[in-house]
């Protein structure tokens, strides 16, 4: 099976950096990704990492080491408007000829104060 | 706007009935799949889709049902309703299995 873990909740203060974690245990990893839900609304994309390293795209970047099962999001400038959920996912390809399954983790719930 | 359209927005009903939930993919998209995310958790993925053919089940009820048209709309089918069910049903699509995934705006299901 798997198992992904992130905070529940983090709080960080407007303009601030904030790092989300993501730790991860699968077979067959294919790929990470992170999204962000505002309440009632519909998950939307963020990154995607398949190799180690950093991605960057614009205020937000994301991390990934798959021989540590690990990610982080970092959302820098923050502003109030990412006051959200940050759901890390996790593709993994069960069995060959499969098609890949995507996991979510529960997500954390950053709150953006002034 | 994801491209991604799921109808209906809201849904009442009650414990015992059947609603059917519809969703249209991304033009393009080959990939559609389903999720159920109660209040305060987790989103929890129920089935896949591929070209009109299954392609994966996550935690589906027998309860629950779905169907992806040769056009690629897809249903999903909930019935013998409970309490329980009551969630927002997500949709999502994609060109391919290990590429993101883009959301419709969910439907939101309650159970009177």
């Known amino acids: 099976g798997q198992n992904i873990d992130q905070p529940t909740e983090m709080t960080a203060t407007e303009g601030a950096i904030v790092q989300i974690n993501c730790t991860y245990q699968t077979s067959g990893f294919n790929g990470l990704f992170w999204y962000q839900q505002h309440a009632g609304e519909a998950p939307t994309f963020l990154s995607y990492n398949v190799l180690d390293g950093l991605e960057e795209k614009g205020r937000f970047s994301s991390f990934l080491s798959r021989s540590k099962g690990y990610s982080y999001l970092l959302l820098k400038e923050l502003q109030m408007k990412d006051s959200a959920s940050y759901l890390c996912?996790?593709?993994?390809?069960?069995?060959?000829?499969?098609?890949?399954?995507?996991?979510f983790g529960t997500g954390t719930r950053l709150q953006v104060t002034l | 706007d994801s491209g991604v359209t799921q109808t209906p927005k809201h849904l009442i009903t009650a414990t015992g009935q059947r609603v059917t939930l519809r969703c249209s993919p991304r033009s393009g998209d080959l990939s559609v799949y389903w999720y159920q995310q109660s209040l305060d958790q987790g989103l929890q993925f129920l089935i896949q889709y591929y070209n009109g053919e299954e392609r994966a089940k996550g935690n589906i009820l027998e309860r629950f049902s779905a169907q992806q048209f040769p056009d690629l709309h897809s249903e999903l089918n909930l019935s013998s309703l409970e309490l329980g069910d009551s969630a927002l049903y997500f949709c999502?699509?994609?060109?391919?299995?290990?590429?993101?995934?883009?959301f419709g705006d969910g439907t939101r299901l309650s159970i009177l």
């Open positions: 996912a996790v593709s993994s390809l069960p069995n060959t000829g499969t098609a890949s399954k995507l996991t």
């Open positions: 999502a699509s994609s060109v391919a299995s290990n590429q993101p995934q883009h």
